[in-house]
């Protein structure tokens, strides 16, 4: 193992607001954000191919839920989705999105973390996945799998 160091930057000053993370030799970025500060983050990261989740809370002691999905354009998914509540298309209520862009990322490799976070957050069982599809068997080379199994 290397050591490695992890950045966290509280954009708005508070840890429950926009959270970016960067962790040293990844050329990737997470960054949480809270439902309402969507349509206000105009930053360009967001307008990246990513990997992004939902985050539901129960309510009376459920399940919490998750969303799972990934997108060419992050920013214009994650709008959709707010549109979407409020024409009532959606039938769940997220309070928070955690997204992952890396600079290294292709369709292909975004489909491909899709299915294998859903299959791993089936795994754990921690969360009601609310993703209903995902693109199945799709195929990487050896060392693009391994490479994004620690994304």
């Not at 307008?47 to 989740?53: A, E, I, N, Q, S």
């Not at 024409?87 to 292709?106: C, H, M, P, Q, S």
């Amino acid at each position: 193992m290397h050591a490695r160091a992890i950045e966290l930057f509280l954009a708005n000053g508070t840890a429950d607001n926009i959270i970016t993370v960067e962790l040293s030799n990844w050329n990737g970025k997470t960054i949480k954000i809270p439902r309402i500060e969507i349509g206000y983050y105009n930053r360009k990261d967001l307008l990246k191919l990513g990997v992004y989740f939902l985050f539901c809370k129960a309510e009376d002691n459920d399940v919490d839920s998750v969303y799972i999905e990934e997108a060419e354009s992050v920013k214009e998914h994650l709008v959709q989705h707010l549109r979407d509540a409020t024409a009532e298309k959606e039938n769940y209520y997220w309070n928070t999105a955690v997204i992952f862009i890396d600079r290294g990322l292709n369709k292909a490799l975004i489909r491909y973390l899709e299915n294998r976070h859903v299959e791993l957050a089936k795994a754990i069982s921690r969360y009601e996945i609310l993703t209903k599809s995902t693109y199945k068997n799709m195929v990487l080379k050896e060392s693009q799998a391994a490479t994004r199994s620690s994304f």
